[in-house]
């Protein structure tokens, strides 16, 4: 989720979790974002542990050097979003990430996203509809 209207995260995930182990030892990583076009390899990839298997070379990922962190960037991904780890809060196994880089591939075709809804169900991005000017004229005093 996204905190504050800022480039800040949260990041849930529990200590049986390769990922809470990696973000506890390492408190940095890289949000990768990936389109609808690998939505069945995502799933794949978040079906397997890290600590068992080299998903980049099971689901054939080319790895790249992020500027800021260790992590590696997707370059299959869209965006990737480097982070660092500002707090863990716990209690309920939730890391706040600061984000301190973002990287775009523009050149990429297919630019839908999609959203895990439960029990296995995706909702894949369509159309962009704007309703920024009924914002605007909404605003106290033209502000």
């Known amino acids: ?11 849930m995930t529990g200590s049986w979790n390769h990922s809470f182990k990696a973000l506890t030892k390492n408190k940095e990583c890289v949000i990768a974002v990936p389109t609808v076009d690998l939505a069945r390899t995502t799933v794949r990839i978040g079906s397997c542990s890290g600590l068992c298997v ?3 070379e099971k689901f054939k990922l ?3 050097r992020a500027e800021n962190v260790n992590a590696p ?20 196994n939730i890391f706040i990430l600061d984000a301190i880089a973002a990287w775009v591939d523009e050149k990429r075709r297919e630019k839908r ?7 296995g169900k995706f909702i894949v991005d369509g159309e962009k509809i704007n309703h920024r000017k009924i914002m605007i004229d909404k605003l106290p005093n033209g502000v």
């Open 1 to 11: 989720m996204v905190l504050d209207f800022t480039p800040r995260f949260a990041f």
């Open 54 to 56: 080299n998903k980049f």
């Open 62 to 64: 080319t790895p790249l």
């Open 73 to 92: 960037l997707i370059k299959e991904c869209y965006a990737n979003i480097e982070c660092r780890v500002v707090d863990h809060v716990k209690k309920h």
């Open 113 to 119: 996203f999609f959203h895990a809804i439960g029990d």
